[in-house]
C-alpha cells in the first residue's frame, strides 16, 4: 500500500514537472522574440551535450580499387554512411514525418499536445503506454543511446524507459532546436535512425532493402522504411514479420493522406502493392570481397593489417580497427583490377588453386611504394579444405605480404643484391674482378652440410661455367656462388645485413632476426638468400634500385578522407634516400645482365634469364634465385616504372622443392604482368653510372 502511495505521489511530482515544460514550450516562442524571462529559459535548455550538435556516430568505411569508384568492400561496425537531406527523396522526408511526429514543423522539440496527450494516457493507465517523443527527441535519445565515447552502461541509461531520461530528452530537444533548423534535425535523424535488418541510416536501409540510393525511394518504399524505425527488431521483412511491416506501411500511407502530401488513390495503389524487395547485403571485411574476385582478398589483408600498424587511427591496434569500422573513411587504394588480373592469369598457368605449391607475386610502383596487385593462386575465403590440405584452395594467410603465421620463402641468390650494394657502398666498383673458383672455403664458421669443410662454409658454383674472373656484372649476371661469397667476406656480412633491412626486407623469422641482431658478422650464407622473405618486401627493395635510391615504404594507399570529407596525411607515401644514386644506378646496371639486358658499359656477358629483356622490349633489369635443391625459386624484375616478384614455394611445407623447372614459368610472370601493366607507356632507360663507380675504387675502405 505505502508503495502504491509513493508511485501515486512520484507521478503526480513529475506530471507537474511534465506540465510545468510544457508551459515553457508554449512560452519559448514568445521568449525568444521578446526577451522574456531569458534566464529561466536558459536553465531549462542549457547544458546541450557538444555530441547532439556533433554526433559521433559510426559510419562505414569503404576500401576503393586506385580509379575510385570499384569497390573493394567495406568495414563496419553499424552499416551507415551519412547522406544530404537533398539526398533523400522528397516522399521519404514526408514519410518518416508522418509517420513519427506528423506536427514535426509546427512544435519547437516537444510537442505540447503529445505530452498532454500522453500525461492524461500514463496517469489514467499507469506506466508508459504512450511516450509523446518527437523526432528531435528521438534523435536526442539515438545519439546519446549510441555514442561510442560513453560506457555500455552510460548509453544504456541514455535509453532506458524513465520519466527522468524522458524530462532529459525534452529539456535537450528545446536546446537542441535553439541550435538547428528543422531540416538539419530531420536529416541528422534520417542518418542515425536504425531500420531493422543491420542497417543505420536511411542510405544503408535503402541499399539494404531495394538496392537503391535513397534518393530514389518510391512512395511505397519510402512508406515501408518510415514504418520500420517504430518496431526495426520485429518488423524487418527481410529477418522478422513481413505482415507487419506491410501493416505498419498502410499506416504511414493513410498519414500522408491526412497530412495532405499523397491523394487519397495514390496511396490506395502503393498499398496495392506488392512486398517488393530487393536485398542486398553490403559487404564487410575482407572475406566479403567481391565473389568473383576471390583474390583480391589478399590485398584487402594486408590493407587491414597496415591500417592496424598506423599510429594516426589510434594507440593500438585493436583501437585503430575500430576507427576503421566507425570512422566513415573513403578510402582509394593503390588495387589495380587490371594489373592483379594479368598476376593472376599468370599465376595460375603456373599453378592452378589446389596445388600445394603457390606462386605468390607482388607488383609495385617504385618512387611511391604504392602496392599494384598482390596475387597467388589461392581463394581468399575462410571456407573449408579437403581434408588434410592446408592453405588450399582456401586460406586467409597472408601468402605474398607476409604476416602472422607466414615468415616467408628463401628468395636464394636474388640477396646478392644486398652484398653488392654494401660493395659498392663501401668504394668497391663494379669491376672489382676475382678468380672465382668452383668451390671457395670461407672464414665463417658453419654447423655442417654440404657447404661445410671442416667447419667453414665453403659454398660451391651450380656449373662449371660460372667459374673463372668475374667482374660484379658478370658475377651477378651468371650468380657466381663463390664471387659472392669472396665479396660478402671482403665487406663483411654485418653490412650486407643491414643494406637488406635498410632497403626493408623483415626478418619475420625468429631464427632469422636472431641472426640479424645477434650474428650478422658471421652471416656469411646471407648473400646466397638463406633468410626467408616474401614477393612485397623483395619487389619493393629492387624497386629502390629502380627509384635511383630512394626508399618508399610499401603502401596500400592513395587517398584517405574522413567521415566529414577531409584528407588523412596517414597512407601518403613515405619515401627517404637510403643510398647514394651513384650507388643505385651501379647495382642496376649490374641488375641488367642476368635479364638478357646489357650494361651502360657493355660488361654483360651471360644471364640466368637471358630472354627477359628480348620479350619486353624495353631496358630491364633484375635477378633469379634458387634456394637449395631448388627448394624454392624466385624471379624479381624492374624498369623504371614497376618493379614486380614472384616465388615458387610450398607455404605448408619448406622441403617439398618446387624443382628449377618452374623458373621458366616465373620468368613468364614478370614478363607478362611487366608488359600488360606498361603497354603503351614510354619505354624509359636507367640513367648510367659514372665511370669512378663503375671502373675506380673511392678512397673510402672496406672493413677487412
Given at each position: 500500500?505505502?508503495?502504491?502511495?509513493?508511485?501515486?505521489?512520484?507521478?503526480?511530482?513529475?506530471?507537474?514537472?511534465?506540465?510545468?515544460?510544457?508551459?515553457?514550450?508554449?512560452?519559448?516562442?514568445?521568449?525568444?522574440?521578446?526577451?522574456?524571462?531569458?534566464?529561466?529559459?536558459?536553465?531549462?535548455?542549457?547544458?546541450?551535450?557538444?555530441?547532439?550538435?556533433?554526433?559521433?556516430?559510426?559510419?562505414?568505411?569503404?576500401?576503393?580499387?586506385?580509379?575510385?569508384?570499384?569497390?573493394?568492400?567495406?568495414?563496419?561496425?553499424?552499416?551507415?554512411?551519412?547522406?544530404?537531406?537533398?539526398?533523400?527523396?522528397?516522399?521519404?522526408?514526408?514519410?518518416?514525418?508522418?509517420?513519427?511526429?506528423?506536427?514535426?514543423?509546427?512544435?519547437?522539440?516537444?510537442?505540447?499536445?503529445?505530452?498532454?496527450?500522453?500525461?492524461?494516457?500514463?496517469?489514467?493507465?499507469?506506466?508508459?503506454?504512450?511516450?509523446?517523443?518527437?523526432?528531435?527527441?528521438?534523435?536526442?535519445?539515438?545519439?546519446?543511446?549510441?555514442?561510442?565515447?560513453?560506457?555500455?552502461?552510460?548509453?544504456?541509461?541514455?535509453?532506458?524507459?524513465?520519466?527522468?531520461?524522458?524530462?532529459?530528452?525534452?529539456?535537450?530537444?528545446?536546446?537542441?532546436?535553439?541550435?538547428?533548423?528543422?531540416?538539419?534535425?530531420?536529416?541528422?535523424?534520417?542518418?542515425?535512425?536504425?531500420?531493422?535488418?543491420?542497417?543505420?541510416?536511411?542510405?544503408?536501409?535503402?541499399?539494404?532493402?531495394?538496392?537503391?540510393?535513397?534518393?530514389?525511394?518510391?512512395?511505397?518504399?519510402?512508406?515501408?522504411?518510415?514504418?520500420?524505425?517504430?518496431?526495426?527488431?520485429?518488423?524487418?521483412?527481410?529477418?522478422?514479420?513481413?505482415?507487419?511491416?506491410?501493416?505498419?506501411?498502410?499506416?504511414?500511407?493513410?498519414?500522408?493522406?491526412?497530412?495532405?502530401?499523397?491523394?487519397?488513390?495514390?496511396?490506395?495503389?502503393?498499398?496495392?502493392?506488392?512486398?517488393?524487395?530487393?536485398?542486398?547485403?553490403?559487404?564487410?571485411?575482407?572475406?566479403?570481397?567481391?565473389?568473383?574476385?576471390?583474390?583480391?582478398?589478399?590485398?584487402?589483408?594486408?590493407?587491414?593489417?597496415?591500417?592496424?600498424?598506423?599510429?594516426?587511427?589510434?594507440?593500438?591496434?585493436?583501437?585503430?580497427?575500430?576507427?576503421?569500422?566507425?570512422?566513415?573513411?573513403r578510402i582509394v587504394s593503390s588495387f589495380d583490377p587490371a594489373v592483379q588480373q594479368s598476376a593472376m592469369e599468370q599465376v595460375l598457368r603456373t599453378y592452378d588453386v589446389d596445388d600445394r605449391r603457390a606462386a605468390p607475386t607482388a607488383v609495385v610502383q617504385p618512387g611511391t611504394g604504392r602496392v599494384l596487385a598482390l596475387a597467388v593462386n589461392r581463394n581468399y575465403s575462410v571456407a573449408a579444405n579437403p581434408p588434410g590440405w592446408k592453405n588450399?584452395?582456401?586460406?586467409?594467410?597472408?601468402?605474398?605480404?607476409?604476416?602472422?603465421?607466414?615468415e616467408g620463402y628463401q628468395a636464394g641468390s636474388t640477396f646478392k643484391l644486398f652484398t653488392m650494394l654494401a660493395a659498392l657502398e663501401a668504394g668497391l666498383p663494379l669491376a672489382t674482378d676475382f678468380d672465382a673458383p668452383g668451390r671457395l672455403v670461407t672464414g665463417y664458421p658453419t654447423g655442417g652440410g654440404p657447404a661445410s669443410c671442416d667447419g667453414r662454409w665453403c659454398p660451391s658454383n651450380a656449373d662449371p661455367s660460372m667459374d673463372g674472373?668475374?667482374?660484379?656484372?658478370?658475377?651477378?649476371?651468371?650468380?657466381?656462388?663463390?664471387?659472392?661469397?669472396?665479396?660478402?667476406?671482403?665487406?663483411?656480412?654485418?653490412?650486407?645485413?643491414?643494406?637488406?633491412?635498410?632497403?626493408?626486407?623483415?626478418?619475420?623469422?625468429?631464427?632469422?632476426?636472431?641472426?640479424?641482431?645477434?650474428?650478422?658478422?658471421?652471416?656469411?650464407?646471407?648473400?646466397?638468400?638463406?633468410?626467408?622473405?616474401?614477393?612485397?618486401?623483395?619487389?619493393?627493395?629492387?624497386?629502390?634500385?629502380?627509384?635511383?635510391?630512394?626508399?618508399?615504404?610499401?603502401?596500400?594507399?592513395?587517398?584517405?578522407?574522413?567521415?566529414?570529407?577531409?584528407?588523412?596525411?596517414?597512407?601518403?607515401?613515405?619515401?627517404?634516400?637510403?643510398?647514394?644514386?651513384?650507388?643505385?644506378?651501379?647495382?642496376?646496371?649490374?641488375?641488367?645482365?642476368?635479364?638478357?639486358?646489357?650494361?651502360?658499359?657493355?660488361?654483360?656477358?651471360?644471364?640466368?634469364?637471358?630472354?627477359?629483356?628480348?620479350?619486353?622490349?624495353?631496358?630491364?633489369?633484375?635477378?633469379?634465385?634458387?634456394?637449395?635443391?631448388?627448394?624454392?625459386?624466385?624471379?624479381?624484375?624492374?624498369?623504371?616504372?614497376?618493379?614486380?616478384?614472384?616465388?615458387?614455394?610450398?607455404?605448408?611445407?619448406?622441403?617439398?622443392?618446387?624443382?628449377?623447372?618452374?623458373?621458366?614459368?616465373?620468368?613468364?610472370?614478370?614478363?607478362?604482368?611487366?608488359?600488360?601493366?606498361?603497354?603503351?607507356?614510354?619505354?624509359?632507360?636507367?640513367?648510367?653510372?659514372?665511370?669512378?663507380?663503375?671502373?675506380?675504387?673511392?678512397?673510402?675502405?672496406?672493413?677487412?
Amino acid at each position: 500500500m505505502i508503495r502504491v502511495r509513493l508511485d501515486k505521489l512520484f507521478t503526480v511530482l513529475i506530471a507537474g514537472a511534465l506540465a510545468g515544460l510544457a508551459l515553457a514550450v508554449v512560452a519559448l516562442p514568445a521568449a525568444l522574440v521578446y526577451g522574456v524571462g531569458a534566464s529561466q529559459l536558459a536553465g531549462l535548455t542549457g547544458g546541450l551535450p557538444d555530441s547532439l550538435l556533433t554526433p559521433p556516430t559510426a559510419q562505414r568505411s569503404t576500401l576503393y580499387a586506385k580509379d575510385g569508384t570499384t569497390p573493394i568492400t567495406s568495414f563496419y561496425a553499424e552499416d551507415r554512411v551519412d547522406v544530404p537531406l537533398a539526398e533523400v527523396a522528397p516522399v521519404m522526408r514526408q514519410a518518416i514525418v508522418a509517420a513519427e511526429d506528423v506536427r514535426f514543423y509546427q512544435h519547437h522539440g516537444v510537442d505540447v499536445r503529445g505530452v498532454l496527450r500522453a500525461l492524461t494516457v500514463n496517469t489514467r493507465d499507469g506506466g508508459n503506454r504512450q511516450g509523446a517523443s518527437t523526432l528531435t527527441m528521438q534523435y536526442v535519445r539515438n545519439v546519446l543511446g549510441t555514442d561510442p565515447r560513453l560506457t555500455e552502461d552510460q548509453r544504456a541509461k541514455a535509453t532506458e524507459i524513465t520519466k527522468a531520461r524522458k524530462l532529459k530528452e525534452m529539456r535537450y530537444a528545446l536546446a537542441l532546436e535553439q541550435k538547428l533548423n528543422k531540416d538539419e534535425i530531420l536529416g541528422r535523424y534520417l542518418n542515425i535512425a536504425y531500420f531493422g535488418a543491420g542497417a543505420y541510416g536511411v542510405a544503408a536501409a535503402s541499399k539494404r532493402y531495394f538496392s537503391k540510393p535513397p534518393s530514389e525511394l518510391t512512395l511505397a518504399e519510402a512508406s515501408l522504411l518510415a514504418g520500420l524505425v517504430q518496431s526495426p527488431h520485429t518488423d524487418d521483412p527481410i529477418n522478422g514479420d513481413a505482415d507487419a511491416a506491410l501493416a505498419r506501411r498502410a499506416y504511414v500511407l493513410d498519414q500522408l493522406v491526412k497530412a495532405g502530401h499523397v491523394a487519397p488513390d495514390a496511396a490506395a495503389a502503393a498499398k496495392a502493392e506488392q512486398l517488393a524487395l530487393k536485398p542486398s547485403a553490403t559487404p564487410n571485411d575482407c572475406t566479403a570481397v567481391p565473389e568473383q574476385h576471390q583474390d583480391w582478398g589478399f590485398f584487402c589483408d594486408w590493407f587491414s593489417r597496415w591500417w592496424s600498424e598506423q599510429p594516426a587511427f589510434g594507440a593500438n591496434p585493436d583501437e585503430r580497427q575500430r576507427t576503421l569500422r566507425r570512422g566513415g573513411f573513403r578510402i582509394v587504394s593503390s588495387f589495380d583490377p587490371a594489373v592483379q588480373q594479368s598476376a593472376m592469369e599468370q599465376v595460375l598457368r603456373t599453378y592452378d588453386v589446389d596445388d600445394r605449391r603457390a606462386a605468390p607475386t607482388a607488383v609495385v610502383q617504385p618512387g611511391t611504394g604504392r602496392v599494384l596487385a598482390l596475387a597467388v593462386n589461392r581463394n581468399y575465403s575462410v571456407a573449408a579444405n579437403p581434408p588434410g590440405w592446408k592453405n588450399r584452395p582456401n586460406t586467409v594467410n597472408q601468402l605474398v605480404a607476409g604476416g602472422g603465421a607466414i615468415e616467408g620463402y628463401q628468395a636464394g641468390s636474388t640477396f646478392k643484391l644486398f652484398t653488392m650494394l654494401a660493395a659498392l657502398e663501401a668504394g668497391l666498383p663494379l669491376a672489382t674482378d676475382f678468380d672465382a673458383p668452383g668451390r671457395l672455403v670461407t672464414g665463417y664458421p658453419t654447423g655442417g652440410g654440404p657447404a661445410s669443410c671442416d667447419g667453414r662454409w665453403c659454398p660451391s658454383n651450380a656449373d662449371p661455367s660460372m667459374d673463372g674472373y668475374r667482374t660484379m656484372w658478370d658475377a651477378f649476371g651468371r650468380s657466381v656462388n663463390t664471387y659472392f661469397a669472396w665479396l660478402i667476406e671482403r665487406v663483411g656480412a654485418d653490412r650486407a645485413v643491414e643494406m637488406a633491412q635498410r632497403l626493408g626486407i623483415k626478418f619475420r623469422s625468429a631464427s632469422d632476426a636472431r641472426l640479424a641482431r645477434y650474428g650478422a658478422k658471421g652471416w656469411g650464407p646471407f648473400t646466397l638468400g638463406v633468410s626467408a622473405t616474401t614477393p612485397l618486401d623483395l619487389a619493393n627493395a629492387y624497386a629502390t634500385l629502380a627509384a635511383e635510391g630512394t626508399y618508399c615504404a610499401p603502401t596500400p594507399i592513395v587517398s584517405i578522407t574522413d567521415g566529414a570529407g577531409q584528407p588523412v596525411a596517414a597512407g601518403r607515401p613515405e619515401c627517404r634516400p637510403v643510398l647514394d644514386p651513384e650507388v643505385a644506378r651501379a647495382a642496376t646496371d649490374a641488375a641488367r645482365c642476368p635479364v638478357g639486358d646489357q650494361s651502360m658499359y657493355r660488361e654483360c656477358d651471360g644471364g640466368t634469364a637471358p630472354d627477359l629483356r628480348e620479350r619486353l622490349r624495353r631496358p630491364v633489369a633484375g635477378k633469379t634465385g634458387s634456394s637449395e635443391h631448388n627448394g624454392t625459386e624466385t624471379v624479381v624484375a624492374f624498369t623504371p616504372q614497376l618493379a614486380v616478384a614472384s616465388m615458387a614455394a610450398n607455404p605448408d611445407d619448406p622441403q617439398d622443392a618446387v624443382g628449377g623447372a618452374v623458373v621458366s614459368d616465373l620468368i613468364d610472370v614478370v614478363g607478362r604482368v611487366l608488359s600488360d601493366t606498361l603497354r603503351g607507356q614510354p619505354a624509359r632507360d636507367f640513367v648510367p653510372p659514372s665511370e669512378s663507380v663503375a671502373f675506380r675504387r673511392t678512397a673510402e675502405r672496406t672493413g677487412n
